[in-house]
């Protein structure tokens, strides 16, 4: 026993059956003498229905894990190349992609027999975002053991006015104010006609630089565009997939009710039946009796016959 099996154990359950099984197995690590271990798995906190939600949806749509966490990275890397107008479009994009898992969620979570409300359903959006903005949110996430929705809090650096975000090198130096400094070791007007080669060959190094800058710039947002198209396929996988549990569940429905139906008909014809059963019993209990009554007036009529037949002999061979 180890507490990554406890745990993944304990974190597959219903929210109901967790508090249960969670001393089931402390018990049983203090049974085999682990009084650490069982400190440990007492220590584990019960979901909230949040939680148990994202974890559920983890686990039971693995495939849909390895994508999300791409497009974090993808965001994230772009949030840092990326101009304004394109971040806004993988905004709009990682939005729909958000809305269509929590949707999945909540139909897992009311399959499971636990319906969710519309805040639930927000906080599982919430723990969504989360795990795009955050790598360490997406780690604890993919984990399938979630006690609490985690918080958005912490997102993406906003982007204004259609310009980079703010994750450039101007940004980062000290005191920056966003506008370009002077070139440094570009003689000042009227400076010594000997600094100007300097000056030309650092121009050279920073034009060098910007066309390094750019061609980065260039690969990330090609990588940032796959990975947007790539949740832009996912999400209408997975819209097309709820499509078709939708009308597989129309169909089942329509299907029990016609079978429904069909066993109102089939009870009320048994009953029908039944009853012509017992009229056919009576009658025929009848008609025996009827018969056996016959038999007896036969029996009798033939006795009758008899005696009447001897004595009609007797009289004609007595006669004078």
Known sequence: MDLDAVADELYALRPEEF?????????????????????????????????????????????????????????????????GTQLRELSRRQHALIRALSLQARQLAAQAGHPISESVQREVENTLHAVLADPEAADAWATGRLAKPLSAAVGFPAVTGGGRPRAGREAAEPGGTGRS???????????????????DRKAEAREAEARKAEERYRRRLAEARQDAEAAERELRALRDEAADAGRAAEE?????????????DLAEELERTKGEHQQARFAERTAREQARAAERRVREAGRRASAAAARLERLTSSKP
Do not use: F, Y
């Not at 909230?48 to 939600?53: E, G």
């Not at 999300?68 to 840092?80: F, K, P, S, T």
């Not at 400094?181 to 000056?199: E, I, L, Q, W």
């Open 252 to 264: 089942a429905e329509q299907q029990a009710e016609r079978l429904q139906r069909r066993v109102a």
């Open 181 to 199: 400094a002077p070139a440094r070791g570009r003689p000042a007007k009227g400076g010594p006609p000997g600094d100007g080669k300097a000056g």
């Open 19 to 83: 508090t249960s099984a969670r001393a089931s197995a402390v018990a049983a690590a203090r049974t085999a003498g682990d009084r650490e271990l069982a400190s440990r798995i007492g220590a584990l906190r019960k979901p909230s229905l949040a939680a148990w939600v994202s974890n559920l949806l983890v686990r039971s749509r693995p495939g849909e894990v390895e994508p999300l966490l791409r497009l974090g990275e993808g965001l994230r890397r772009a949030h840092q190349d990326l101009d």
